[in-house]
């Protein structure tokens, strides 16, 4: 069924959930004609007759006839469930496409899946983009942050429609940008979810922190959270963070008070940490908060344990208002730090060339995770594409610097007061583990070489030759391969 004349449609999308009818809405109100196909086709009639009523939208019942609809080459946007829903679908796309149509992933996909489609798209002579899209409701409606990749011939194609409805950064440019082939777009997705969770982790132990140990009520704890969103904490989760706190229910109490404290969380977070794993590197913070929630959920549990352990705090002095936003702030630059450090492994794994300064500006706005550090974070990069970590850089440095002794005093203070700050914590230990010369691995080494023959290096001699040792005087000189997970 048909609700509109008959003109091609620029784009098509398929999956009228909350992100598809809000993009849908973004693209006609650029001037974009958009057809619109659900799998369940009152889903279609109801958004017709409501919020695409009287505008450049027109749905269709079957597939076919929404294919048929679309100018060439054909765009076909899929903003669906992850996983085989998306499978799914193409293999019911593919014989109504012609070569050089084009299949859009927007949703949260693993990357290693969307590497896969893009090579199964190819070899049907189709091409093959996984996008990631942030900013959730009102981003998709009004600019979201779009991280797109895949098959790079399909960049040209569909360029202009998505830096027409991206957000804006305050210089004017989209917030969208090509990232590289393969899963390339729905990593960098993942990472920025990743940072995400970390960022909601270490707001909610820095209300914790201001809420249990330095007793502030919900108004003076919203004017402070309100007066460093003007500063260097100034981010979108800060600021909806205020207003959270602010917010009355009808009868005119706090409705944060009746909010169980149980998070939910639907994947990308650990997606991102397996992602770590499987390359070897430290997303300490990001687990951390990734596990939080999974306790937190355990609540019945947490009752149970607080009945039998006694909270007995020692002598503290309460957490100062300097502190909090310290720790607050240093924190977050390790999240953020941790996250690129990820983002260039995986550049280098996998062959991307990532622009790590070009996802920093493309995160500037529409996204979850939009701060005003990021302008910061794409200046570290442009200076020096290859810089090993972010902290390195000379700019949060110095930051870091000015920040560490109220970060250290803060957890510090937490600790004694019987207050659990696991973010905060794993940041700080992140930080001092990155900048000590000597750590106690060597003990780890003389162990795995004691009783698995491991072999270690030594201090006295080159990087790269190993030794082992005959511990007990009764093992042999055969020692285990060296490799590193």
Sequence with gaps: MEYSQNRKSDIGLIGLAVMGENLVLNMESKGYRVSVYNRTSSVTHNFLKSRAAGKSIVGYDTLPEFIASLDSPRRVMLMVRAGKAVDDIIEQLIPLLDSGDIIIDGGNSNHSD???????????????????????????????????????????????IFRNIAAKAEDGSPCCEWTGEGGAGHFVKMVHNGIEYGDMQLIAEAYSVMKDMSGYDNPTMANLFEKWNGGKLQSYLIE?????????????????????????????????????????????????????????????LRVEASKMYSRVAGEFEPATQQEIHDSLYASKLVSYAQGFDL????????????????????WRNGCIIRSGFLNKIADAYTRNPKLK???????????????????????????????????????????????????PANMIQAQRDFFGAHTFERVDRERGEFFHENWTGEGGDTSSGVYNV
């Design 389 to 439: 970590n972010l902290l390195l850089d000379d700019y949060f440095r110095a930051e870091l610097s000015e920040t560490v002794l109220s970060w250290r005093s803060l957890t510090a203070k937490a600790a004694l007061a019987g207050l659990s700050l696991p973010a905060f914590s794993s940041a700080l230990n992140y930080f001092y583990s990155l900048t000590s010369a000597n750590s």
């Design 114 to 160: 969307t590497s896969r489609r893009v090579k199964y798209a190819e070899s049907k002579s189709l091409l093959y983009v996984g996008t990631g899209v942030s900013g959730g409701e009102e981003g998709a409606l009004r600019g979201p942050s779009i991280m797109p990749g895949g098959s790079p011939a399909a960049w040209p194609h569909i360029s202009g």
């Design 240 to 300: 909806i963070t205020y207003k959270i706190l602010k917010h009355k229910e009808r009868d005119g109490e706090y409705l944060i008070d009746k909010i169980l404290d149980a998070a939910g969380q639907k994947g990308t977070g650990k997606l991102s940490v397996f992602n770590a794993m499987e390359l070897g590197l430290p997303l300490n913070l990001i687990s951390t908060a990734v596990f939080e929630r999974s306790l937190s959920s355990l609540k019945d």
């Design 343 to 362: 983002l260039s492994k995986a550049s280098s794994e996998f062959g991307w060339n990532l622009n790590l300064a070009a996802i920093a500006k493309i």
